[in-house]
Each structure stands twice: as C-alpha cells, then as structure tokens.
Nanobody, 129 residues
C-alpha cells in the first residue's frame, strides 16, 4: 500500500521549534519531488517547502525562508521539516505529498497542487502562548 504518514506536530510557544516527519511506505521518497504544505482554518492549502529527487535541491515559501529546513534521509525513507522561530501564523495542518511520476522537473514552490499525487493525512501544528 502506497502511503505517506506525517508526525511531529503539536503545541509550541512562539519562538519555539518542531520537527515534522514524513515517512513513506510502498514507494521510495527519493524518486519523487516531495513537498510540505499547510492549511490554516478558512484558508487555502499553501506550499511551504519542497525537495527535489535527483539533487536534493530545495525551495521555500518566502514566509518561512530562513526559519524552516527540509531534508531527506533515504535510509529510513523519510523527509523532514525542521521549523524554528515559529510564529502564530505558522499554525495549521501540515501535509507532505509526493509529486506524481509524470512530474519530471525538479522542485519548485510554484508546483501546482494537482501535480502531487500522494498525500499524507496531515499533522496539526499550533503556535500559541
């Protein structure tokens, strides 16, 4: 069964840190562009970061540059999102997704959501004092 499972979310105070994990089963993450997304209540889902399959090129939304870092550990088939200096506006459900086999270009934050074929169930991140 092809599956993505996110973990690591929780409640954190402003300025704090969290590391999210995206573990895959049934396929190899290193063969796909992997993206992290978030959705706040009443807002559209937005891309946060992505990592390419071939050269581990990364891209970030302007709102998280310098604070978030995406990385991949092929040995455990997992992609991570390290989040630092968290702000209340970072609150939302965070999802990871794998681009479909038809997406042969590298990672770019502008990749349309419909190009991502497999999605996890999401993990809640709440930044509040």
């Amino acid at each position: 069964q092809l599956q993505l499972v996110e973990s690591g979310g929780g409640l954190v105070q402003p300025g704090g840190s969290l590391r999210l994990s995206c573990a895959a089963s049934g396929f190899s993450l290193d063969s796909h562009v992997i993206g992290w997304f978030r959705q706040a209540p009443g807002k559209e889902r937005e891309a946060v970061s992505c990592i390419s399959s071939r050269d581990d090129f990364t891209d970030y939304a302007d709102s998280v540059k310098g604070r978030f870092t995406i990385s991949r550990d092929n040995a455990v088939n997992t992609v991570y999102l390290q989040m630092k200096s968290l702000k209340p506006e970072d609150t939302g459900v965070y999802y990871c997704a794998a681009a479909g086999d038809s997406w042969v270009a590298g990672c770019a934050i502008e990749i349309p959501l419909y190009e991502y074929a497999r999605w996890g169930q999401g993990t809640q991140v709440t930044v509040s004092s």
